[in-house]
């Protein structure tokens, strides 16, 4: 059993401990950047494939960082970790909780590199925003009643801010509104990957049942009820044909 530790929340030793490695690395990237003058973010954000600054490290490197110009955006990033990880982690277990945040940032990256390739996007991106969103959505599907306040003032059910984060991230990337949400959508995906169990996904057995299942499904919708010449004290139930 984890013991909720820190901040008067849930939060555990682990979670802790990864907010603390996240703030510290932040304050040192914000200490190089603008006072040494060692562009950190430009070393360690990932490039697209086909930008001259890419280097296969930036995989590994860029969810550890965020905009050194933005730390507004990094507290709600922090913020939400802090209500969302707990959870997430008392439902997987702390090994499993690390493998999905750093699926998710895989995923992300992933996702985005595949889209850059495919569309030119040459933006690079940093930041454990797939992760934070891939918390939200699961945390919505394995308590899906659990009622939130959502801006500390309205009730809402955690299905729904699950299913809402998933809508409008689509939304506002296909608006190009989000230039970075292949990254995100990629976070999510992976996580429901994960979470769902890669075997149950793409299990060839089980998928070749879905699929016989599904011919059964379709042979039934084409049935029509016929009643017949049947008299009309026939006890007999009606015929499918």
Known sequence: MRTPIGFGSNLTRLGKKLLIIYVVIYILELILEHW????????????????????IWQIITHPFIHHPIMPITFIFSCIGFYFFAAPVEYAFGSKRFLILFYFSALG???????????????????????????????FGLINPEATILLMFVIPLKAKYLSYGTILITLLTFLAKANSHGAYHLGGILFSYIYFK???????????????????LMRKRSHLRVIDGDKK???????TYH
């Open 108 to 138: 992300g990256a992933l996702c985005g590199l595949s889209f850059s390739m495919v569309t030119g996007f040459n933006a690079p991106f940093l930041g454990m925003l797939p992760s934070l969103l891939s918390l939200i959505v699961i």
């Open 197 to 215: 169990g890669p075997g149950t996904l793409f299990d060839p057995h089980l998928i070749y049942l879905r699929y016989q299942k599904w011919k």
């Open 36 to 55: 040494v003058g060692i562009p950190v973010a430009a070393y360690l954000q990932l490039y697209p494939l086909t930008h001259h600054n890419f280097h």
């Open 232 to 238: 009309k004290d026939d006890d007999g139930g009606p």
